[in-house]
């Protein structure tokens, strides 16, 4: 049950939750003994999973799994939640200006079109 003001993202849920499964095997295979270090027993896997999760439960999906792929082209040592964090506010930032940008040139395409059907009705073209 849903609380009222609550939002129910259940659609991206095993999504999410596939991201962030992913996420772990990606850093396991990856920092194998630093993770270990951290993350070595399952009790501490299952924490560190509940910690990661709520705290990029922000981002969708599809931004965790292309921040996790760069975090491990781009780091020697196993990244920290912020690392991720961080790489993932810069990708939504990155998409966020794509999409106003898209938007704009969309609409400048829409106003060409307007002003060049004007242009043939006048010049009878």
Known sequence: MISPGQK???????EFIQ???DLFVKLELT????????FGDDDKLLTG???WAKNLKKFNPSI?????D???SNHDFLPTLSDLAKICSSINNDLIRKDVAN??????????KKILEKLRKKHNI
């Open 8 to 14: 129910n993202s259940t659609k991206l849920l095993p």
């Open 19 to 21: 991201a962030i499964d």
């Open 31 to 38: 920092y194998h003994y630093q993770f270990y270090k951290v």
């Open 49 to 51: 999973k509940k910690i």
């Open 64 to 68: 965790i799994v292309q921040a996790t």
């Open 70 to 72: 760069w975090l491990i």
């Open 103 to 112: 938007e704009e040139l969309d609409n400048f395409e829409r106003f060409d």
